[in-house]
T-cell receptor, first 116, second 110 residues
Framework: NAGVTQTPKFRILKIGQSMTLQCAQD?????MYWYRQDPGMGLKLIYY???????DKGEVPNGYNVSRSTTEDFPLRLELAAPSQTSVYFC???????????????FGPGTRLTVL | QKEVEQNSGPLSVPEGAIASLNCTYS??????FFWYRQYSGKSPELIMS????GDKEDGRFTAQLNKASQYVSLLIRDSQPSDSATYLC??????????FGSGTRLSIRP
């Protein structure tokens, strides 16, 4: 199992450009998440998905969009990049065994994004 | 008040000693509690999960949960240099809501 994979590992964008961060998992997990982590800070939830075709906003969704057409893939789209979006982005997935609460999340290696 | 609070550190502990990491949370409806370890430049990885009051031990790690005091801790016995990392406390109150603390930086000195 590759687990959770993310591409690219690094990217530099100019202000106003757009890009898609790719995320895939091969563990057949229903739940997938996108987080951003700013230096010295914890993780903030951008968007999450509880299954193919179902997505919802997290704590900091502005400036981002997601889609979930398959169980395996959960891409994150940045439209009109801004310097405030400079961060490390982590994708995660989890199974859903416990009712009403979150199970262990497995994280991808991250994408380090700089917007200049 | 932050939803999940941790002392940012750095916490410096001599090799072989016990490291004690603490976390408080504000949502009394929280049901799941996690400790993740994050090495510099790497992604978080799960160390411990705990769901009920009391202690849970796994090797050198012990997680302690006290829901009445809204407090969760992680003890690392026989600390090793490889334990030097940032430890993130995470708390969940629903299937989708999980809040991470800002992390405590732990340094094990030889």
């Amino acid at each position: 199992n590759a687990g959770v994979t993310q591409t690219p590992k690094f990217r530099i964008l100019k202000i106003g450009q757009s890009m898609t961060l790719q995320c895939a998992q091969d563990m057949n997990h229903n739940y997938m998440y996108w987080y951003r982590q700013d230096p010295g800070m914890g993780l903030k939830l951008i968007y999450y998905s509880v299954g193919a075709g179902i997505t919802d906003k997290g704590e900091v969704p502005n400036g981002y969009n997601v889609s979930r057409s398959t169980t395996e893939d959960f891409p994150l789209r940045l439209e009109l990049a801004a310097p405030s979006q400079t961060s490390v982005y982590f994708c995660a997935s989890s199974d859903h065994i416990r009712t009403g609460t979150t199970d262990t999340q497995y994280f991808g290696p991250g994408t380090r994004l700089t917007v200049l | 008040q932050k939803e999940v609070e941790q002392n940012s550190g750095p916490l410096s502990v001599p090799e072989g000693a016990i490291a004690s990491l603490n976390c408080t949370y504000s949502d009394r409806g929280s049901q799941s509690f996690f400790w993740y370890r994050q090495y510099s430049g790497k992604s978080p990885e799960l160390i411990m999960s705990i769901y009920s009051n009391g202690d849970k031990e796994d090797g050198r790690f012990t997680a302690q949960l006290n829901k009445a005091s809204q407090y969760v801790s992680l003890l690392i016995r026989d600390s090793q240099p490889s334990d030097s990392a940032t430890y993130l406390c995470a708390v969940s109150s629903s299937a989708s809501k999980i809040i991470f603390g800002s992390g405590t930086r732990l340094s094990i000195r030889p």
